[in-house]
Protein backbone atom coordinates (compact mmCIF):
# COMPACT_ATOMS: atom_id res chain seq x y z
CA UNK A 1 0.00 0.00 0.00
CA UNK A 2 2.92 2.19 1.07
CA UNK A 3 4.60 1.19 -2.33
CA UNK A 4 1.40 1.97 -4.40
CA UNK A 5 0.79 5.28 -2.84
CA UNK A 6 5.02 6.02 -3.24
CA UNK A 7 4.34 5.31 -7.09
CA UNK A 8 1.72 7.52 -7.66
CA UNK A 9 2.92 10.54 -6.32
CA UNK A 10 6.22 9.71 -8.24
CA UNK A 11 4.60 9.52 -11.55
CA UNK A 12 2.25 12.63 -10.36
CA UNK A 13 5.64 14.85 -10.42
CA UNK A 14 6.91 13.33 -12.94
CA UNK A 15 3.91 14.39 -15.20
CA UNK A 16 3.76 17.78 -13.82
CA UNK A 17 7.71 18.11 -14.34
CA UNK A 18 6.91 17.35 -18.12
CA UNK A 19 3.46 19.77 -17.85
CA UNK A 20 5.78 22.74 -16.81
CA UNK A 21 8.60 22.27 -18.77
CA UNK A 22 5.90 21.63 -21.55
CA UNK A 23 3.76 25.19 -21.08
CA UNK A 24 6.39 27.48 -19.42
CA UNK A 25 7.64 28.94 -22.65
CA UNK A 26 4.07 30.03 -23.35
CA UNK A 27 3.53 31.48 -20.23
CA UNK A 28 6.29 33.38 -20.36
CA UNK A 29 5.95 34.23 -24.30
CA UNK A 30 2.15 35.79 -23.11
CA UNK A 31 3.44 37.76 -20.24
CA UNK A 32 6.08 38.78 -22.41
CA UNK A 33 3.55 39.93 -24.58
CA UNK A 34 1.19 41.57 -21.65
CA UNK A 35 4.41 43.68 -20.41
CA UNK A 36 5.09 44.66 -24.39
CA UNK A 37 1.35 45.47 -24.25
CA UNK A 38 1.56 47.13 -21.35
CA UNK A 39 4.55 49.64 -22.03
CA UNK A 40 3.58 50.21 -25.34
CA UNK A 41 0.27 51.76 -23.96
CA UNK A 42 2.02 53.87 -21.68
CA UNK A 43 4.50 55.18 -24.07
CA UNK A 44 1.39 56.23 -26.39
CA UNK A 45 0.10 57.68 -22.96
CA UNK A 46 3.23 59.71 -22.45
CA UNK A 47 2.75 60.61 -26.08
CA UNK A 48 -0.28 61.79 -26.02
CA UNK A 49 0.67 63.91 -22.99
CA UNK A 50 3.57 65.47 -24.82
CA UNK A 51 1.25 66.47 -27.39
CA UNK A 52 -1.30 68.03 -25.03
CA UNK A 53 1.32 70.08 -23.08
CA UNK A 54 3.64 71.01 -26.50
CA UNK A 55 -0.05 72.65 -27.59
CA UNK A 56 -0.37 74.65 -24.38
CA UNK A 57 -3.31 73.11 -23.09
CA UNK A 58 -1.78 72.77 -19.95
CA UNK A 59 -4.73 72.04 -17.51
CA UNK A 60 -5.71 68.97 -19.89
CA UNK A 61 -1.78 67.74 -19.83
CA UNK A 62 -1.84 68.27 -15.85
CA UNK A 63 -5.16 65.96 -15.57
CA UNK A 64 -3.64 63.34 -17.30
CA UNK A 65 -0.06 63.36 -15.51
CA UNK A 66 -1.88 62.78 -12.65
CA UNK A 67 -4.04 60.19 -13.51
CA UNK A 68 -1.11 58.44 -14.95
CA UNK A 69 1.18 58.08 -12.13
CA UNK A 70 -1.79 56.06 -10.72
CA UNK A 71 -0.50 53.43 -13.05
CA UNK A 72 2.85 54.48 -13.08
CA UNK A 73 4.10 56.55 -10.28
CA UNK A 74 7.71 56.70 -11.77
CA UNK A 75 6.69 58.46 -14.83
CA UNK A 76 8.96 60.89 -16.03
CA UNK A 77 7.09 62.76 -18.67
CA UNK A 78 3.82 62.96 -16.19
CA UNK A 79 5.96 64.92 -13.37
CA UNK A 80 7.81 66.98 -15.50
CA UNK A 81 4.72 68.02 -17.57
CA UNK A 82 3.24 68.88 -13.86
CA UNK A 83 6.41 70.65 -12.71
CA UNK A 84 6.46 72.61 -15.84
CA UNK A 85 2.61 73.82 -16.04
CA UNK A 86 3.29 75.08 -12.29
CA UNK A 87 6.12 77.11 -13.00
CA UNK A 88 4.18 78.92 -15.51
CA UNK A 89 1.10 79.13 -13.68
CA UNK A 90 3.42 80.68 -11.05
CA UNK A 91 3.00 77.32 -8.73
CA UNK A 92 6.64 77.28 -7.82
CA UNK A 93 6.29 75.17 -4.72
CA UNK A 94 4.36 72.55 -6.66
CA UNK A 95 7.21 72.73 -9.83
CA UNK A 96 9.66 72.30 -7.11
CA UNK A 97 8.24 69.18 -5.37
CA UNK A 98 7.84 67.82 -9.01
CA UNK A 99 11.47 68.70 -10.45
CA UNK A 100 12.54 67.13 -7.23
CA UNK A 101 10.74 63.90 -7.61
CA UNK A 102 11.83 63.86 -11.63
CA UNK A 103 15.37 64.25 -10.25
CA UNK A 104 15.08 60.73 -7.97
CA UNK A 105 13.85 58.81 -11.06
CA UNK A 106 16.57 60.43 -13.44
CA UNK A 107 19.71 62.02 -11.86
CA UNK A 108 21.54 63.09 -14.64
CA UNK A 109 18.49 64.69 -16.54
CA UNK A 110 19.91 68.32 -16.99
CA UNK A 111 16.47 70.38 -17.61
CA UNK A 112 14.91 69.59 -13.85
CA UNK A 113 17.67 71.00 -12.69
CA UNK A 114 17.77 73.88 -14.85
CA UNK A 115 14.13 74.96 -13.65
CA UNK A 116 15.10 73.93 -10.43
CA UNK A 117 17.40 76.69 -10.79
CA UNK A 118 15.09 78.93 -12.05
CA UNK A 119 12.98 78.50 -9.75
CA UNK A 120 15.58 79.66 -6.92
CA UNK A 121 16.54 82.19 -9.09
CA UNK A 122 12.72 83.95 -8.69
CA UNK A 123 12.66 83.59 -4.98
CA UNK A 124 16.19 85.33 -4.94
CA UNK A 125 17.16 82.02 -2.88
CA UNK A 126 20.76 82.27 -4.97
CA UNK A 127 22.56 80.47 -1.96
CA UNK A 128 20.23 77.33 -3.46
CA UNK A 129 20.57 78.39 -7.39
CA UNK A 130 23.96 78.44 -6.76
CA UNK A 131 25.26 74.84 -6.59
CA UNK A 132 22.98 73.74 -9.57
CA UNK A 133 24.67 76.17 -11.72
CA UNK A 134 27.97 75.05 -11.01
CA UNK A 135 26.80 71.32 -11.44
CA UNK A 136 24.94 72.77 -15.39
CA UNK A 137 28.60 73.80 -15.71
CA UNK A 138 27.21 77.89 -15.96
CA UNK A 139 30.29 78.45 -14.06
CA UNK A 140 30.32 82.21 -14.66
CA UNK A 141 26.77 82.06 -13.16
CA UNK A 142 27.41 79.98 -10.29
CA UNK A 143 29.95 82.79 -9.44
CA UNK A 144 27.68 85.67 -9.70
CA UNK A 145 24.66 83.52 -7.26
CA UNK A 146 27.61 82.37 -4.90
CA UNK A 147 28.84 86.35 -4.21
CA UNK A 148 25.67 87.28 -2.48
CA UNK A 149 25.56 86.80 0.89
CA UNK A 150 22.79 86.93 3.44
CA UNK A 151 23.09 90.63 4.14
CA UNK A 152 22.83 91.12 0.36
CA UNK A 153 20.07 91.63 -0.88
CA UNK A 154 19.29 91.91 -5.10
CA UNK A 155 17.79 94.68 -6.43
CA UNK A 156 17.47 96.83 -2.70
CA UNK A 157 15.77 99.76 -3.16
CA UNK A 158 16.69 103.39 -1.72
CA UNK A 159 13.94 105.72 -1.60
CA UNK A 160 11.36 107.26 0.40
CA UNK A 161 8.98 107.60 -3.01
CA UNK A 162 6.59 104.52 -3.32
CA UNK A 163 6.75 104.80 -7.42
CA UNK A 164 9.08 106.65 -9.74
CA UNK A 165 8.17 108.10 -13.73
CA UNK A 166 10.66 109.02 -16.22
CA UNK A 167 10.07 109.87 -19.83
CA UNK A 168 10.99 107.79 -21.90
CA UNK A 169 13.78 108.49 -24.48
CA UNK A 170 12.11 106.92 -27.29
CA UNK A 171 8.94 104.26 -27.56
CA UNK A 172 9.10 103.81 -32.09
CA UNK A 173 10.24 100.99 -32.07
CA UNK A 174 11.34 100.01 -28.74
CA UNK A 175 10.69 101.49 -25.22
CA UNK A 176 14.27 103.37 -24.50
CA UNK A 177 14.57 105.20 -20.76
CA UNK A 178 17.82 106.43 -19.20
CA UNK A 179 19.32 105.79 -15.70
CA UNK A 180 22.49 106.52 -14.09
CA UNK A 181 24.67 103.82 -12.86
CA UNK A 182 27.18 104.12 -10.08
CA UNK A 183 30.05 107.21 -11.11
CA UNK A 184 27.39 108.81 -12.08
CA UNK A 185 27.29 107.26 -15.71
CA UNK A 186 24.55 107.64 -17.89
CA UNK A 187 22.98 105.07 -20.08
CA UNK A 188 19.71 104.35 -22.26
CA UNK A 189 18.04 100.81 -21.49
CA UNK A 190 15.66 99.23 -23.98
CA UNK A 191 12.90 97.61 -21.32
CA UNK A 192 12.28 94.21 -23.02
CA UNK A 193 9.84 91.20 -21.83
CA UNK A 194 11.62 89.08 -23.65
CA UNK A 195 14.91 89.28 -21.96
CA UNK A 196 15.96 86.90 -19.21
CA UNK A 197 17.99 89.41 -17.40
CA UNK A 198 19.65 93.12 -17.15
CA UNK A 199 21.89 92.85 -20.23
CA UNK A 200 25.02 95.66 -20.53
CA UNK A 201 27.34 96.27 -23.24
CA UNK A 202 30.87 95.26 -22.58
CA UNK A 203 32.05 99.64 -22.75
CA UNK A 204 29.13 100.07 -20.67
CA UNK A 205 30.58 97.50 -18.21
CA UNK A 206 33.87 98.73 -17.95
CA UNK A 207 32.91 102.30 -17.35
CA UNK A 208 30.87 101.27 -14.34
CA UNK A 209 33.34 99.35 -13.08
CA UNK A 210 31.65 96.56 -12.39
CA UNK A 211 32.25 93.31 -10.55
CA UNK A 212 32.90 90.74 -13.07
CA UNK A 213 33.02 86.91 -13.27
CA UNK A 214 34.30 83.93 -15.35
CA UNK A 215 32.92 84.37 -19.23
CA UNK A 216 31.02 81.55 -21.06
CA UNK A 217 30.86 80.71 -23.97
CA UNK A 218 27.19 79.74 -25.09
CA UNK A 219 26.39 77.56 -28.33
CA UNK A 220 22.68 77.27 -29.71
CA UNK A 221 21.29 76.25 -32.68
CA UNK A 222 21.68 79.57 -33.92
CA UNK A 223 25.56 79.58 -33.19
CA UNK A 224 28.23 80.04 -30.43
CA UNK A 225 29.16 83.71 -28.45
CA UNK A 226 30.16 84.30 -25.39
CA UNK A 227 28.88 85.90 -22.21
CA UNK A 228 30.27 87.20 -19.03
CA UNK A 229 27.78 87.33 -15.79
CA UNK A 230 28.77 90.51 -13.34
CA UNK A 231 26.73 92.74 -10.69
CA UNK A 232 25.79 96.44 -10.85
CA UNK A 233 26.45 98.11 -7.80
CA UNK A 234 23.61 100.68 -8.19
CA UNK A 235 21.81 102.08 -10.93
CA UNK A 236 19.63 105.49 -10.10
CA UNK A 237 15.91 105.65 -12.01
CA UNK A 238 13.84 108.66 -11.52
CA UNK A 239 15.68 109.66 -8.48
CA UNK A 240 15.79 106.35 -6.47
CA UNK A 241 18.48 103.64 -6.48
CA UNK A 242 18.09 100.04 -6.85
CA UNK A 243 21.83 98.42 -5.69
CA UNK A 244 22.81 94.70 -6.48
CA UNK A 245 21.27 94.15 -9.61
CA UNK A 246 22.99 90.77 -11.51
CA UNK A 247 23.48 91.09 -15.28
CA UNK A 248 24.87 89.86 -18.53
CA UNK A 249 27.56 91.18 -20.53
CA UNK A 250 27.26 91.28 -24.36
CA UNK A 251 27.83 93.54 -27.10
CA UNK A 252 24.81 95.62 -28.13
CA UNK A 253 23.86 97.26 -31.16
CA UNK A 254 22.30 100.44 -32.45
CA UNK A 255 18.40 100.59 -32.58
CA UNK A 256 17.73 99.91 -36.23
CA UNK A 257 14.79 102.37 -37.67
CA UNK A 258 15.98 105.18 -35.34
CA UNK A 259 19.62 105.78 -35.18
CA UNK A 260 19.79 105.79 -31.46
CA UNK A 261 22.44 103.27 -29.50
CA UNK A 262 21.34 101.60 -26.59
CA UNK A 263 23.74 100.97 -23.35
CA UNK A 264 21.81 97.88 -21.74
CA UNK A 265 18.46 96.12 -21.45
CA UNK A 266 16.29 95.84 -18.06
CA UNK A 267 14.91 91.77 -18.49
CA UNK A 268 12.67 90.13 -16.63
CA UNK A 269 14.90 89.44 -13.72
CA UNK A 270 14.52 93.19 -12.94
CA UNK A 271 11.15 94.00 -14.41
CA UNK A 272 9.68 90.97 -11.93
CA UNK A 273 10.72 92.22 -8.79
CA UNK A 274 8.45 95.56 -9.01
CA UNK A 275 5.32 96.97 -10.90
CA UNK A 276 6.28 98.16 -14.38
CA UNK A 277 3.84 100.24 -16.22
CA UNK A 278 3.85 101.88 -19.56
CA UNK A 279 1.99 104.91 -20.56
CA UNK A 280 1.42 105.42 -23.76
CA UNK A 281 -1.97 107.71 -24.16
CA UNK A 282 -1.94 109.66 -27.08
CA UNK A 283 0.63 108.01 -29.29
CA UNK A 284 0.94 110.44 -32.34
CA UNK A 285 0.32 113.46 -30.24
CA UNK A 286 3.67 115.47 -29.23
CA UNK A 287 3.04 114.89 -25.79
CA UNK A 288 5.54 113.07 -23.37
CA UNK A 289 5.40 109.14 -22.62
CA UNK A 290 6.13 107.66 -19.40
CA UNK A 291 7.68 104.31 -17.95
CA UNK A 292 6.28 104.25 -14.25
CA UNK A 293 8.35 102.07 -11.56
CA UNK A 294 6.59 101.16 -8.42
CA UNK A 295 8.36 99.32 -5.76
CA UNK A 296 6.02 97.36 -3.92
CA UNK A 297 3.75 94.81 -5.79
CA UNK A 298 1.08 94.58 -3.53
CA UNK A 299 -1.76 96.86 -5.17
CA UNK A 300 -1.54 96.31 -8.91
CA UNK A 301 -4.57 99.35 -9.69
CA UNK A 302 -2.05 101.53 -7.37
CA UNK A 303 -0.21 103.29 -10.55
CA UNK A 304 -3.22 103.53 -12.51
CA UNK A 305 -4.82 105.28 -9.42
CA UNK A 306 -1.69 107.68 -9.01
CA UNK A 307 -2.44 108.89 -13.12
CA UNK A 308 -4.89 111.88 -14.16
CA UNK A 309 -7.29 109.33 -16.50
CA UNK A 310 -9.88 110.53 -18.59
CA UNK A 311 -13.28 107.86 -18.89
CA UNK A 312 -12.28 104.67 -20.17
CA UNK A 313 -12.24 100.59 -19.36
CA UNK A 314 -9.71 98.54 -17.74
CA UNK A 315 -9.24 95.23 -19.11
CA UNK A 316 -7.28 92.19 -17.04
CA UNK A 317 -5.45 89.35 -18.97
CA UNK A 318 -3.75 86.62 -17.36
CA UNK A 319 -0.50 85.78 -18.48
CA UNK A 320 2.05 82.85 -17.87
CA UNK A 321 5.73 82.96 -17.13
CA UNK A 322 7.41 80.11 -19.19
CA UNK A 323 11.27 78.98 -18.68
CA UNK A 324 13.63 81.78 -18.70
CA UNK A 325 10.60 84.22 -17.28
CA UNK A 326 9.04 84.35 -20.20
CA UNK A 327 5.99 86.13 -20.85
CA UNK A 328 3.23 83.89 -22.96
CA UNK A 329 -0.19 84.91 -23.56
CA UNK A 330 -3.09 83.35 -25.70
CA UNK A 331 -3.41 85.54 -28.45
CA UNK A 332 -5.13 85.79 -32.22
CA UNK A 333 -3.40 87.15 -35.41
CA UNK A 334 -6.67 88.25 -37.48
CA UNK A 335 -8.97 85.28 -36.96
CA UNK A 336 -6.56 82.56 -36.39
CA UNK A 337 -7.29 79.57 -34.25
CA UNK A 338 -5.61 80.48 -30.14
CA UNK A 339 -2.19 80.26 -29.76
CA UNK A 340 -0.23 81.06 -27.44
CA UNK A 341 2.84 83.86 -27.86
CA UNK A 342 5.12 85.58 -26.09
CA UNK A 343 4.24 89.11 -25.17
CA UNK A 344 7.45 90.66 -25.90
CA UNK A 345 8.32 94.53 -25.68
CA UNK A 346 11.63 94.06 -27.51
CA UNK A 347 9.61 92.75 -30.61
CA UNK A 348 9.28 95.99 -32.69
CA UNK A 349 6.13 96.27 -34.36
CA UNK A 350 2.60 94.60 -33.77
CA UNK A 351 4.00 90.85 -34.21
CA UNK A 352 6.48 88.50 -35.49
CA UNK A 353 5.42 84.73 -36.46
CA UNK A 354 6.54 81.89 -38.28
CA UNK A 355 5.36 81.61 -41.93
CA UNK A 356 3.23 78.86 -41.24
CA UNK A 357 1.19 80.87 -38.75
CA UNK A 358 1.12 83.61 -40.65
CA UNK A 359 -0.26 81.23 -43.76
CA UNK A 360 -3.01 79.99 -41.34
CA UNK A 361 -3.43 83.73 -39.81
CA UNK A 362 -3.92 85.13 -43.53
CA UNK A 363 -1.18 87.99 -42.94
CA UNK A 364 -0.31 89.80 -46.05
CA UNK A 365 3.17 89.47 -47.19
CA UNK A 366 5.84 91.61 -48.56
CA UNK A 367 8.05 89.89 -50.45
CA UNK A 368 12.25 90.60 -49.48
CA UNK A 369 11.13 93.68 -47.78
CA UNK A 370 14.25 93.89 -45.77
CA UNK A 371 16.27 91.83 -47.97
CA UNK A 372 19.09 94.74 -47.61
CA UNK A 373 19.25 94.84 -44.55
CA UNK A 374 18.07 91.36 -43.44
CA UNK A 375 15.69 92.19 -41.43
CA UNK A 376 14.73 94.81 -38.15
CA UNK A 377 16.65 92.58 -35.87
CA UNK A 378 19.67 91.60 -37.69
CA UNK A 379 22.89 94.04 -37.64
CA UNK A 380 26.05 92.97 -39.67
CA UNK A 381 29.27 93.33 -37.79
CA UNK A 382 32.63 91.29 -37.65
CA UNK A 383 31.99 89.12 -40.50
CA UNK A 384 28.58 87.63 -38.91
CA UNK A 385 25.19 88.66 -38.05
CA UNK A 386 24.28 89.21 -34.56
CA UNK A 387 20.55 88.96 -33.40
CA UNK A 388 20.27 92.12 -31.71
CA UNK A 389 16.60 90.99 -30.10
CA UNK A 390 17.37 88.56 -28.21
CA UNK A 391 21.05 90.28 -27.72
CA UNK A 392 22.72 86.18 -27.13
CA UNK A 393 22.96 84.67 -30.33
CA UNK A 394 22.81 84.70 -34.25
CA UNK A 395 20.86 84.32 -36.82
CA UNK A 396 20.82 84.15 -40.78
CA UNK A 397 17.00 83.88 -41.25
CA UNK A 398 15.49 86.18 -43.39
CA UNK A 399 12.66 88.04 -42.65
CA UNK A 400 9.15 89.40 -44.35
CA UNK A 401 7.42 92.39 -43.76
CA UNK A 402 3.58 91.36 -42.50
CA UNK A 403 0.33 93.53 -42.02
CA UNK A 404 -2.55 91.78 -40.53
CA UNK A 405 -5.91 93.78 -39.24
CA UNK A 406 -6.15 92.63 -36.36
CA UNK A 407 -4.29 91.26 -33.18
CA UNK A 408 -5.90 89.74 -29.94
CA UNK A 409 -4.90 88.51 -26.47
CA UNK A 410 -7.63 87.01 -24.41
CA UNK A 411 -10.96 89.04 -26.49
CA UNK A 412 -8.75 92.50 -25.80
CA UNK A 413 -8.31 93.11 -29.64
CA UNK A 414 -6.45 96.02 -31.60
CA UNK A 415 -7.72 96.69 -35.02
CA UNK A 416 -6.09 98.75 -38.12
CA UNK A 417 -3.30 98.09 -40.15
CA UNK A 418 -1.17 96.18 -38.32
CA UNK A 419 2.79 95.68 -39.39
CA UNK A 420 4.54 92.46 -38.26
CA UNK A 421 7.36 90.78 -39.21
CA UNK A 422 7.19 86.98 -40.79
CA UNK A 423 9.96 84.58 -40.35
CA UNK A 424 12.06 82.30 -38.21
CA UNK A 425 11.76 82.87 -34.29
CA UNK A 426 15.29 83.81 -32.93
CA UNK A 427 16.61 81.08 -31.37
CA UNK A 428 14.89 77.60 -30.65
CA UNK A 429 12.03 79.18 -28.68
CA UNK A 430 9.77 76.30 -28.75
CA UNK A 431 12.80 73.90 -27.20
CA UNK A 432 13.23 76.41 -24.38
CA UNK A 433 9.97 77.17 -23.30
CA UNK A 434 8.73 73.13 -24.03
CA UNK A 435 5.80 74.10 -26.22
CA UNK A 436 5.14 75.36 -29.52
CA UNK A 437 4.28 79.46 -29.35
CA UNK A 438 3.03 81.25 -32.68
CA UNK A 439 5.31 83.83 -32.41
CA UNK A 440 5.62 86.91 -30.44
CA UNK A 441 3.18 89.67 -29.62
CA UNK A 442 5.08 92.69 -30.29
CA UNK A 443 5.10 96.40 -28.39
CA UNK A 444 3.21 98.34 -30.51
CA UNK A 445 -0.03 96.20 -28.59
CA UNK A 446 0.74 98.58 -25.69
CA UNK A 447 0.26 101.89 -27.98
CA UNK A 448 -2.31 104.00 -26.89
CA UNK A 449 -3.02 102.02 -23.63
CA UNK A 450 -1.59 102.27 -19.78
CA UNK A 451 -0.15 98.88 -19.23
CA UNK A 452 0.83 97.43 -15.75
CA UNK A 453 2.34 93.79 -15.29
CA UNK A 454 1.23 92.56 -11.90
CA UNK A 455 4.12 89.80 -11.73
CA UNK A 456 2.77 88.81 -8.59
CA UNK A 457 -0.48 87.64 -9.51
CA UNK A 458 0.22 87.06 -13.20
CA UNK A 459 -2.14 89.40 -14.75
CA UNK A 460 -1.72 92.55 -16.96
CA UNK A 461 -3.86 95.57 -16.41
CA UNK A 462 -4.81 97.62 -19.96
CA UNK A 463 -6.29 100.98 -18.96
CA UNK A 464 -8.16 101.85 -22.52
CA UNK A 465 -9.34 105.69 -22.68
CA UNK A 466 -12.70 105.66 -24.83
CA UNK A 467 -11.32 108.04 -27.49
CA UNK A 468 -8.00 107.02 -28.85
CA UNK A 469 -6.71 109.52 -30.48
CA UNK A 470 -4.61 107.92 -33.79
CA UNK A 471 -5.26 104.70 -35.63
CA UNK A 472 -3.02 102.08 -36.28
CA UNK A 473 -1.01 102.62 -38.95
Known amino acids: MNFFCFWTFYEGQRTFKKAFFLFWPFVLVLFSLNLLASHSEQQAAEQQLNVLYRSGRFEEATRMARSLLQEHPSCFSCWMIIGESALCRGNLELARKAFERVLKIRPEERRPKALLKEIYIREDRYSLAAPLAYELGELGLGDLLKSFNKDQKPFAVDSTKEQVTVRFKDFVPYPIIETELSGGIKARFMIDTGSTYVIL ?273
Open 201 to 473: SPRLANKAQMKLFRKEKETSTMGSYWIQFGKIHSMNIGGATIRNIPAVIHSLLAIPRTGLEIDGILGENFLSHFLPTFDLRDRWKSVPKFFILRFSKDDPLSSLKSLSLSSGRIRVIPFLIGPAQTLIVQGKINNSVPLLFLLDTGTPGYFLCSPLVAKLSKVWLQQNFFSDQSGPYIHHGSGQSIDMHWGLGTSQSPLEFGLANQLEIMGERIQGILQGSVGSLPMDVSGNLGFWPGGMIGFGFFYDKVSTIDYKNQKIYFFIPEKRASQHK
